[in-house]
């Protein structure tokens, strides 16, 4: 039975995805690396200097410690810029319906992200205040495929793992849960989303009868 579920954030609850792309994007071009939609899919929910060095590998390129920090800041400068502007309205439709039914019946609402701006995210997004806990990039050592995120976020909710769902648009993020001994549901590309148990388009989509069957 289902007694929590842990949301992943960007493109799950809100579409940042594309602006981690467009940033990353941005970036690439000015180092001369190619970079497309497609190579964007490895970088989701995989964290910031994980998906930097991804790219970087890509162009073959090798940098120091210093350089790595300083195109990790202008990455994120982007980045945030680009998501300044976001209000509620940039949530998913579904997830305030789902989290409300949720509520009703018990079941807890955790957050995990690999991104350090996940609080910030939230916050502007209205819906802080809805989860029993929010587990971070700021908070753990190891990133999506590693379980630790979502192993905090069952900590923190006071659930253990095989009473958890946990929710990601990313094949980082569905090992992470697998590897948490979580189920996993999926969002966007079944093809992509290998490991997961269902995968749905978009959150609207998923029902809570079947949250509570799997
Ligand atoms: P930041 P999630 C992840 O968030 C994104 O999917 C990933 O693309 C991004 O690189 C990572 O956060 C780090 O983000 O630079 O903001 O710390 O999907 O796990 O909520
Ligand atoms: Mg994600």
């Not at 630790?148 to 659930?159: H, M, N, S, T």
Request: with cysteine.
């Amino acid at each position: 039975s289902c007694r929590a579920v842990i949301f992943d954030l960007d493109g799950v609850l809100t579409d940042t995805a594309i602006y981690h792309f467009y940033a990353w994007k941005a970036l690439a071009d000015e180092l001369g690396i190619n970079f497309t939609e497609h190579d964007n899919e490895q970088l989701k929910g995989v964290d910031r200097l994980g998906s930097l060095r991804w790219i970087l590998q890509k162009g073959g390129l090798t940098l120091s410690e210093a350089e790595e920090a300083r195109l990790m800041q202008q990455k994120n400068a982007h980045y945030l810029e680009l998501i300044d502007h976001i209000t509620p309205d940039n949530l998913y439709p579904g997830v305030t319906a789902l989290f409300t039914q949720l509520k009703r019946h018990g079941i807890k609402i955790g957050l995990a992200s690999a991104s350090k701006n996940a609080a910030f995210v939230v916050e502007r997004l209205g819906i802080a205040a809805q989860f029993d806990y929010i587990a971070d990039a700021n908070q753990v050592l190891n990133s999506k495929p590693d379980p630790e995120v979502f192993l905090l976020a069952a900590k923190g909710l006071a659930v253990a793992p095989q009473y958890c769902i946990g929710v990601e648009d990313a094949l980082a993020g569905i090992e992470a849960i697998n590897r948490a001994g979580m189920k996993a549901i999926g969002i966007g590309d079944a093809k992509v989303l290998s490991g997961a148990i269902r995968v749905y388009p978009a959150v609207k989509a998923i029902t809570l009868e079947e949250l509570l069957s799997v």
